[in-house]
C-alpha cells in the first residue's frame, strides 16, 4: 500500500513561488508515474504535473507550462512542485498522486489512472 502526504503549501502574494513536497511510503517508489492535480472551489479537479517512473520525462498543463517545475528524488522517495510567478488562478487544493500501473518512462495527464492519491495541501495566492 502506497500512502502519500504533501506538504508546503500556504498563502503568498501574485508574483511569488512555492514549493510542494510528497513524500510516499510504501511499494518501490522509483517503479511508478507521479502526478499533480488541483481542484479549484466549485471546479473540476484539473491536472498540474506528472513525471514518469525514473524522472526523465515531464509533463504539463498549458496554464502552468514555463512557470512550474515536477521533479523527483527517488533516493528520498519524494516528489517535488516548484510554482513561480503564481497567480491568483492557481489558488486551489493541490494533491499530488501515484500511478502504480504506469509503465517504465511513460505518466499520465488523466486523473483516472492514478490510483493513489494524497489528502492535498492548500496553496492561496493573493492579488
Known amino acids: 500500500q502506497v500512502r502519500l502526504a504533501e506538504s508546503g503549501g500556504g498563502l503568498v502574494q501574485a508574483g511569488g513561488s512555492l514549493r510542494l513536497s510528497c513524500a510516499a511510503s510504501?511499494?518501490?517508489?522509483?517503479?511508478?508515474?507521479m502526478g499533480w492535480f488541483r481542484q479549484a472551489l466549485g471546479k473540476e479537479r484539473e491536472f498540474v504535473a506528472a513525471?514518469?517512473?525514473?524522472?526523465?520525462?515531464?509533463g504539463y498543463a498549458d496554464s502552468v507550462k514555463g512557470r512550474f517545475t515536477i521533479s523527483r528524488d527517488n533516493a528520498k522517495n519524494t516528489v517535488y512542485l516548484q510554482m513561480n510567478s503564481l497567480k491568483p488562478e492557481d489558488t486551489a487544493v493541490y494533491s499530488c498522486?501515484?500511478?502504480?500501473?504506469?509503465?517504465?518512462?511513460?505518466?499520465?495527464?488523466?486523473?483516472?489512472?492514478?490510483?493513489?492519491w494524497g489528502q492535498g495541501t492548500q496553496v492561496t495566492v493573493s492579488s
Open positions: 510504501g511499494r518501490s517508489f522509483s517503479r511508478y508515474a
Open positions: 513525471v514518469s517512473a525514473s524522472g526523465g520525462n515531464t
Open positions: 498522486a501515484a500511478n502504480l500501473r504506469s509503465y517504465t518512462g511513460t505518466y499520465s495527464s488523466t486523473s483516472r489512472d492514478y490510483t493513489n
